[in-house]
């Protein structure tokens, strides 16, 4: 029963840095692009990857 007045004060503590990092996240743009990333892996870039083999 000891334990649970030391496991209430630090789960309020996790969840308050979460809730930290979640509006830092937000504010400094973290998902204002979320279709970019999604749509570049279907994409091959061939040029590159030849200039890369080309140089070695």
């Known amino acids: 029963m000891n334990a649970i007045y ?3 004060p630090l789960t309020l503590l ?3 840095i979460a809730i ?3 509006f830092w996240a937000v504010n400094n743009d973290q998902y204002s ?3 970019r990333e999604s ?5 091959d870039d061939k040029k ?4 890369k083999r080309n140089n070695d």
């Open 39 to 43: 749509s570049q892996i279907l994409f």
């Open 33 to 35: 692009d979320l279709d």
């Open 14 to 16: 996790l969840l308050a």
């Open 20 to 22: 930290a990092l979640f």
């Open 48 to 51: 590159e990857n030849s200039k």
């Open 6 to 8: 030391y496991l209430i």
